[in-house]
Structure formats: structure tokens, C-alpha cells
């Protein structure tokens, strides 16, 4: 497996972007998945059904009748949508319902359907591979009770990338990158993972920085050679995330690039 690419939800309409480059991987024959976001959407639907919920260390927290609406937005408008932009584009999409395939396992420490882990498994993408399509998966999984869990995006990508053990994963969102105390601080072009657990430890990601940086590291762990955050509405960001490689120099990065360490 080559490419896993997290798009996010805050991208919405303005993901043209993404297009180009996504043809260029599949022209080259490498095989890729997207795993999609969608807070922008859920926050519309939740503010309009009159429900307002509670952040904790950037993760919704997520209650029964919340879950309703999020699996709605996310398991089906969002992801129809990711698939019937990509087919229109040439881009043999398939959707996939991380709870209804089976992909993810996921569990709260609250009680509540928000995911505080999880655990992904690649077999059900197979038959997609097999077909030479394109999964675009949606981030809703299943608890050890069958009930629906609201998995972050990031976590999600991070937790299937290392079960299909691909060679990058990538992280197009709506910043530039991974900054320290965003978002007032420095951009860091290219660092490895063991700097980066030392800055995480020192207090220096907060809001949603943080479940972004905990995602990439879990990829780390997950045994994924290099990860990178770029800004998903720059089309050449995203061609250089695709491109480089983990050995490469990143003078002129246009995003953060974040490497295993192996001899630390």
C-alpha cells in the first residue's frame, strides 16, 4: 500500500485542490485510500438540531441522540459527497462505513460515543483492492456492544495507516502544517518522532493541534515511515507530501514532514 491521505472536513466545496495530484497517484499506478473528516458539517447539523457539545483535549464529546446526526453526516452526506466528487474526476471511489465494513473498533473512557481508542482492520478493504477502487472511508466505528462510535478523522487515519502498513500517510487539512503553540508559533518543516513525543510531553500543542500531533505519533507507532501535514487547499503542498521522500532534504518544504527514528 503506498498513500494513505486524511482530507479534512473543513475543505467542503473548496477541494479542487486535492483533485489533480489524486489523479496523478492514481495515473502512476500507486495504490491509495482517503479517510475523510467532517467537523464543519457536524457542527451545522448539531447547532441546527439545538445540541452544543462539549470539547475535552479537542475530541467532541459525543452523547446517544448526538451519534444519530453525526453517523448521518459523516457515514453518508460527507462521504457520498467525497465519492461523487472523485467520480466526476475520473477517480474509481468507492464509499466505506467504518461501522457498517467492520473497520473500526473503537471505545470511550467516558461512556459516552466518542472514541478515546481505536483500532482498525484492513481486511474489509480488500475486495476494493482487488477491484482496483479507491476506498474513501468514513470515520464512525463500532464499540465491543455494536454501538456507533464518532472516531477523530486524524486517530482514525492514523489507526488504519498502520494496519495496511503504508509507506507515507497524509494529513491535508486546513493549516500549513504542525506548529508549535499554534496558533501563534513556528511551523516545523521536518522533525522525527522522538523530538516530536518530547515536545508533546512539554505542554506545546493544545486545542485541535493536539489530537492532530497524538494521531501522527500513533501512526509512528503504528510502524508508518513517515507522515505529513500540509495545507489541503494548496495543490502544490500537496504534490510535495506525495512526492518526497523520508530521506530526502526538506529545503522548501511546504509542510511538515515527521520520521521514524530508528537509532535514538
Known amino acids: 500500500m503506498s498513500v494513505l491521505i486524511k482530507v479534512g472536513g473543513s475543505l467542503g466545496e473548496q477541494?479542487?485542490?486535492?483533485?489533480?495530484p489524486l489523479q496523478n497517484l492514481q495515473n502512476q499506478s500507486r495504490s491509495f485510500v482517503i479517510v475523510h473528516g467532517g467537523g464543519p458539517r457536524i457542527n451545522a447539523a448539531l447547532e441546527a438540531a439545538g445540541m452544543k457539545l462539549p470539547f475535552h483535549n479537542g475530541l467532541?464529546?459525543?452523547?446517544?441522540?448526538?451519534?444519530?446526526?453525526?453517523?448521518?453526516?459523516?457515514?453518508?452526506?460527507v462521504n457520498s459527497e467525497w465519492v461523487s466528487l472523485l467520480r466526476a474526476n475520473g477517480i474509481a471511489a468507492v464509499p466505506v462505513h467504518g461501522a457498517k465494513s467492520g473497520l473500526f473498533l473503537a471505545e470511550s473512557y467516558e461512556g459516552d460515543h466518542t472514541?478515546?481508542?481505536?483500532?482498525?482492520?484492513?481486511?474489509?478493504?480488500e475486495a476494493a483492492f482487488v477491484r482496483h477502487e479507491i476506498p474513501v472511508v468514513a470515520p464512525i466505528g463500532h464499540n465491543s456492544r455494536g454501538q456507533r462510535m464518532n472516531i477523530n478523522?486524524?486517530?482514525?487515519?492514523?489507526?488504519?495507516?498502520?494496519?495496511?502498513?503504508v509507506e507515507k500517510l497524509v494529513f491535508c487539512t486546513n493549516v500549513s502544517g504542525i506548529y508549535l503553540n499554534f496558533p501563534y508559533g513556528d511551523r516545523i518543516d521536518?522533525?522525527?518522532d522522538?523530538?516530536?513525543?518530547?515536545?508533546?510531553?512539554?505542554?506545546?500543542?493544545e486545542g485541535g493541534m493536539r489530537p492532530k500531533v497524538e494521531a501522527v505519533l500513533n501512526a509512528l507507532r503504528y510502524k508508518v515511515n513517515a507522515v505529513y501535514v500540509?495545507?489541503?487547499?494548496?495543490?502544490?503542498?500537496?504534490e510535495w507530501a506525495f512526492a518526497n521522500h523520508p530521506e530526502e532534504p526538506v529545503s522548501g518544504a511546504l509542510g511538515t514532514r515527521i520520521t521514524r527514528y530508528l537509532n535514538e
Do not use: C
Open 115 to 125: 472514541a478515546d481508542w481505536v483500532e482498525a482492520y484492513a481486511g474489509p478493504l
Open 190 to 192: 521536518s522533525i522525527t
Open 194 to 205: 522522538k523530538k516530536l513525543e518530547r515536545l508533546y510531553q512539554q505542554g506545546m500543542f
Open 15 to 20: 477541494a479542487a485542490p486535492l483533485i489533480r
Open 230 to 238: 500540509v495545507d489541503g487547499e494548496n495543490e502544490a503542498a500537496i
Open 153 to 165: 478523522a486524524d486517530a482514525a487515519a492514523a489507526a488504519l495507516a498502520g494496519s495496511l502498513q
Open 60 to 77: 467532541r464529546r459525543t452523547h446517544s441522540q448526538a451519534m444519530v446526526i453525526v453517523d448521518a453526516v459523516l457515514g453518508f452526506s
